[in-house]
């Protein structure tokens, strides 16, 4: 967060890279989750924006990335939603290749 608003404050490329990721993650948003056309529904980009920019300042040492994920936390239930969109039907169950107790932590 920290990050993001010196790139914020210094405007230019960084910002704009970080602009681009996050209409990028929206976006992606968007795609995989069932029943979501529109992650923003009628929230104007800009004000997620100040949201994340405000939420930064009061968290600045958390990941970028989990502010992101706290964004559409928040903007979850108000969302454009589309029942075109099915689940994902359910892997195939399989055998586990390995199990937890496998796995050693050094």
Known sequence: CKRYLDAVNRGGVEHDYFINWLIGYLSAFNVIMPNTYDILGDTEFSVSQSWLNEHC????????VNATAR?????YPTRKQS????PPAA????????????IKIR
């Open 83 to 86: 029942g075109l969109k099915k």
């Open 71 to 75: 964004l559409t936390e928040v903007l």
């Open 91 to 102: 892997p195939p169950a399989t055998t586990p290749q390995r199990n937890f107790k496998d």
């Open 57 to 64: 300042k009061k968290y600045p040492r958390e990941l970028f």
